[in-house]
T-cell receptor
Framework: GENVEQHPSTLSVQEGDSAVIKCTYS??????FPWYKQELGKRPQLIID?????GEKKDQRIAVTLNKTAKHFSLHITETQPEDSAVYFC?????????FGTGTRLTVIP | GAVVSQHPSRVICKSGTSVKIECRSL??????MFWYRQFPKQSLMLMAT?????????EQGVEKDKFLINHASLTLSTLTVTSAHPEDSSFYIC???????????????FGSGTRLTVV
């Protein structure tokens, strides 16, 4: 199956700074890469996703980049706000199953 | 959008008993459902994939006789934790695919999760 690695495991940034989370995947057949934000004890919330035929996608303060050759993708959050503090998971899927990275706990310091 | 209803949200059971968790797709037909387990401060680990009308496919290391999955209809999948032990205490969450729902989220919709505590 797919193996998704995520770094860093924890990240602290000052409010207004940018945050970058990186993931790598192992299965070259994977073609969909979503990012989720999870509050404690709640379901993951999709914040942005990208397909393998696209190299970059942006939605306001959030952007995702994908390098299929290197099999890595990254989440970029600009102008961070305290409400961005949460655990973020990357994921990858090919035909069906969705495999998650290990998570990054982002703390935005006011 | 697609909604998946998961019940119960919390359950406490005695060691040795069985617990059933239900996931229902409310406004779409889910031919495939996924079951995840999440231990505190860890990631979501895929346990099994269930397809309507056929046997579930379990990930390596997941005991299929302990975690019984039934996907008898296009809108309902159940996970039964049999002979539960304290080490089974975890957050269990399902996900269903709404393939007809378009690209918005590639069809993955999550239930609200079940916090299982085995005492």
């Amino acid at each position: 199956g797919e193996n998704v690695e995520q770094h860093p495991s924890t990240l602290s940034v000052q409010e207004g700074d940018s945050a970058v989370i990186k993931c790598t995947y192992s299965d070259s057949a994977s073609n969909y890469f979503p990012w989720y934000k999870q509050e404690l004890g709640k379901r993951p919330q999709l914040i942005i996703d990208i397909r393998s035929n696209v190299g970059e996608k942006k939605d306001q303060r959030i952007a995702v980049t994908l390098n299929k050759t290197a099999k890595h993708f990254s989440l970029h959050i600009t102008e961070t706000q305290p409400e961005d503090s949460a655990v973020y998971f990357c994921a990858a899927t090919g035909a069906n199953n969705l495999f998650f990275g290990t998570g990054t706990r982002l703390t935005v310091i006011p | 959008g697609a909604v998946v209803s998961q019940h119960p949200s919390r359950v406490i059971c005695k060691s040795g008993t069985s617990v059933k968790i239900e996931c229902r797709s409310l406004d779409f037909q889910a031919t495939t459902m996924f079951w995840y387990r999440q231990f505190p401060k860890q990631s979501l680990m895929l346990m099994a994939t269930s397809n309507e009308g056929s046997k579930a496919t379990y990930e390596q290391g997941v005991e299929k006789d302990k975690f019984l999955i039934n996907h008898a209809s296009l809108t309902l999948s159940t996970l039964t934790v049999t002979s539960a032990h304290p080490e089974d205490s975890s957050f269990y969450i399902c996900s269903a695919r709404d393939i007809e729902g378009g690209w918005a989220n590639y069809g993955y919709t999550f239930g609200s999760g079940t916090r299982l505590t085995v005492v």
